[in-house]
């Protein structure tokens, strides 16, 4: 009894482990003139959050700023919380600030380096599993 307790654990955690996978997201900010749109997608700045420190992102974002002469700023990045789109897989946003600035982002979660995830969540079906054979075993066992 007590090792099928420990394989059934065994089992979830390794299905829990396997599936899940940090978002990888473009990681880059001025003065680097990359970073700006049009943006080439340069591989060079794709980043996988959980190795810079965020591996509890879940989307990624973009950020531009625009001061009142028209000169641009941008920075990319990974993003723990936001809101985005169900059926787009990305939101932006466009605020005004003081002194003619203008800033926009965006949020995405729909691909990696758009930027989207593969980021699963332990399953129900994979906690039913598991408490479905720990009840026939413990069963098993009283009769």
Known sequence: MRYLILYCSFIILTFYVLSVVSIKCYVCKEPDRKCRDPFQNDTIF???CSQIGMGNAT???KYMWEIGDGTRYY????AVRGRVSRKQGRDCIERLGTWKTKMWYCQCDNKDGCNGSTNKQLSFFTILFGIIIFYLQSTQNIQ
């Open 46 to 48: 794709l980043k996988d």
């Open 75 to 78: 920075m990319r990045g990974c």
């Open 59 to 61: 989307m990624c974002r």
